[in-house]
């Protein structure tokens, strides 16, 4: 199956606020499959033509695109590079086939270029693979990141005070800490996307960038998670295997199929709860009730369709107001079980 590569450059730093009240420090490294996906949705009527609300609401209960969520891509020689999710339970599974490396520092990362991937798939903790930030990079590519920087992007934490829209003076003991997400120079992010109805895709591309112009994330006001489609890449393969799906984007698997056993042997997953809150077309804010999804990196069953996961309705509509939906159709790639190829 053959993806579509849209690399992105930021133009600043990112906001991803956790969920968690009271606590605008606590962010998300990068966007997430379900939040690219719901930001796209949300400026979708700005770019089609004549769409009603309960048409953005079909098309949120069955987007007819899957995309990854954001992979760091790194410049090596003439090409871009991206990095992929590391399957859960990799390091276990290399225990397992009796590999002594430092297996404690494997659970730590999160990404791998290609070239280690497949390595480590196979059952091989390649040595010539060293840790950048939370991502285990082969040779050809770790001198090449960042000219000297040990890491793909940082954390801020700043120091804010609200201020009292009245009287325009700092409130009282209103001090707070917000945090955000900064790049390194050498640093992209792409995002994958199947175009499961390839009518959209032109209506998918724009917007996308009338979404890098508006931003994504918090504090778009002040110019925060803005970018630019730098390159789009056609006929894109990612291929690991065979006999399971590595998840590179949040899945929220189907009853279907769960029952028709997708979480069965060898799947290996990490659960993670998706909350948070949702403007509503009336401007509201509304609280989300959490949903249980597999993380990144989780590895299913291969059930053998063209498509995993589906879109939970977590807040119904009410009148003045649309459903709102938590988007889990995932983008998956074959992959053998890790650590079992030969």
Known sequence: MA????????????????????????????????????????VWPHVARRITQSELAKLAAAPPFALSSALPTLKVGARWEPLF??????????????????LKRLKKLRFADRQTMT??????????????????????????????????????????????RRSGRAADRQLFHFGATVLESGVRLTVLVDFLDPTARRTFEAALRLLGDDGIGGERGCGYGRFQVEAVEENVIVDFGKDARLALSLLHPSRKEVDGGILAPPAAYRLVPRGGWAMTGAGKWRRRPAVNMLAEGSVV????????GDSVCVLPA?????????????????????GVGK
């Open 3 to 42: 993806f579509t590569a849209y690399r992105l450059r930021l133009d600043g730093p990112l906001h991803f606020g956790t969920g968690r009240e009271h606590d605008l420090a606590d962010v998300e490294d990068l966007p997430r499959s379900d939040t690219l996906a719901s930001a796209l949705l949300s």
């Open 85 to 102: 999710f590391l399957p859960a339970d990799l390091a276990e599974r290399l225990r397992q086939r009796g590999e002594s490396g430092d």
């Open 119 to 164: 390595q480590l798939i196979r059952g091989v903790l390649p040595a010539n693979a060293r840790p950048v930030g939370p991502a285990l990079l082969c040779d050809a590519m770790a001198p090449s990141v960042l000219a000297g920087s040990e890491n793909l992007w940082r954390r801020q934490v700043h120091t804010r005070v609200s201020i009292d």
């Open 301 to 308: 069953r291969d059930l053998n369709q063209e498509r995993y």
């Open 318 to 338: 009410v009148p003045g107001e649309h459903a709102v939906y938590r988007i889990g159709c995932a983008l998956t790639v074959p992959i053998a079980p890790p």
